[in-house]
């Protein structure tokens, strides 16, 4: 990832970067700039500038990119056992000033916001080298941040001269298009159930890119200096969209993007300058063997189910008038009425709003708060709910 800028040939051994590339043919799946069809599931050679700009204006679902962080870094850099640290010193990675390095962030990033669509989000990962500059450029350009996710690496690499901390994390941005986007999607509850019934938190604990996972050339080095683990991808597409959605990844790189799409089922546009990480993206990617429909079903959201009023669970008769109703504790009481409110002492009103009273709270989820007997346990009213939604599906199908 982070090589689609224009800019000179990158000095790595055996990666000979070329701004406009050969010709496409030599690349099946693989498009050069001026497409006019979206290029679904392809990667676009050339500036990653022109082809965001060229991209049919709202076409992308998610947008996830890993831009040269422009790290400055200067002259080699040693292990105390005197061997060179294999760092990145590509050129695509270096610009003239701080300037030159909002421009071209602010280049890329408009043409991603234009290719978005409307309740589309974006997700920008750097290090302290470059995302506050890239976090304010955002907000200048009106996209509207959601979080900042900090990955703490397993297994970072340590502060060899010993100067600094350890260098430990990098930050992404999550952000909207645009803060009247609100139909973004968020896939809470499959996150949640997948974390212990716990939300999941904005410090995700995974490892660098090591071992099988990184590819490598004829000569056993590394192809792609910054190659991020599946496991960041994994998460932030589960996170962030659906089965059959659209990621667009304008760094492409070594291909971590579509190959996770792949496997999960989503389309993938990419765009990378270099022609020989473009072709090991594609030899990974075709590698990948998809996930099972079954493996990707989206988690049912509880605000997509249909409404159903309290009334509607009396008017079935799954609960009676007069029946008493309590909280988990049995510390309150209520009465159900024949219009489906509930009497708490000498206070009328809805589940919710007695739930809040009982309390002394400014809201309740009265659904989650009333009780009733069932033989000799509690049940929360929500499991009337339930079957009254059962019963709607049932007679939708």
């Known amino acids: 990832m982070r090589s689609a800028r224009a800019g000179a040939a990158s000095p790595k051994a055996q990666i000979q970067v070329s701004r406009t590339g050969p010709s496409a043919s030599r690349f099946p799946g ?86 978005m669509k409307k309740d589309a989000t974006i997700f920008v990962i750097g290090s302290y080298h470059n995302i506050f500059r890239v976090g304010a450029i955002m907000q200048d350009l009106g996209f509207w941040i959601l979080n900042d996710i900090v990955w703490r690496k397993a297994n970072p690499m340590p502060n060899f001269r010993g100067r600094r ?15 009247s986007t609100k139909s973004y999607t968020f896939n809470y509850e499959a996150l949640k159930a997948g974390n212990e019934d716990c939300q999941v938190r904005s410090d995700w604990y995974l490892p660098i890119c090591t071992g099988g996972e990184r590819l490598k050339d004829d000569s ?17 597409m589960l996170s962030a969209s659906n089965a059959g959605d659209t990621v667009l990844d304008p760094f492409f790189g ?27 993206a594609r030899k990974r990617i075709a590698a990948v063997e998809p996930l099972p429909a079954e493996a990707l079903v989206a988690a049912p959201s509880k605000r997509a189910e249909p409404r159903v009023a309290f009334a509607s669970v009396v008017e079935a008769g799954l609960i ?21 409110a509930l009497s708490l002492g000498p206070a009328v009103g809805s589940i ?46």
């Open 30 to 115: 693989v498009q050069r700039a001026g497409a006019q069809a979206l290029p679904k599931d392809e990667i676009l050679i050339g500036d990653c500038i022109a082809h965001l700009r060229g991209l049919p204006e709202g076409c992308a679902d998610l947008v996830f990119a890993d831009p040269p962080y422009n790290l400055q870094l200067e002259g080699a850099l040693s292990r105390p056992d005197q061997s060179m640290v294999d760092a990145v010193d590509d050129d695509w990675d270096k610009f003239a000033s701080f300037a030159d390095y909002d421009s071209f962030t602010r280049e890329w990033l408009s043409a991603a916001r234009r290719a």
């Open 165 to 179: 901390f350890t260098n430990a994390h990098e930050t992404m941005i999550w952000a909207a298009r645009d803060a």
């Open 220 to 236: 056993g080095r590394k192809v792609h200096p910054t190659q991020k683990p599946e496991a960041l991808l994994a998460r932030i």
């Open 254 to 280: 070594s291909g971590t993007t579509g190959a996770v799409a792949r496997r999960m089922n989503r389309h993938f546009i990419g765009i990378e300058r270099d022609v020989n990480y473009a072709s090991a």
């Open 320 to 340: 009676a008038p007069g029946t008493v109703l309590t909280d988990e504790k049995r510390r309150y009481r209520a009465i159900v009425r024949a219009d489906g």
């Open 352 to 397: 919710h709003k007695t739930g809040a009273l009982a309390q002394g709270l400014p809201a309740c989820n009265g659904w989650t708060f009333w009780h009733f007997e069932d033989g000799a346990q509690l049940r929360s009213i929500d499991t009337l709910r339930s079957i009254i939604r059962d019963q709607m599906r049932a007679a939708g199908e």
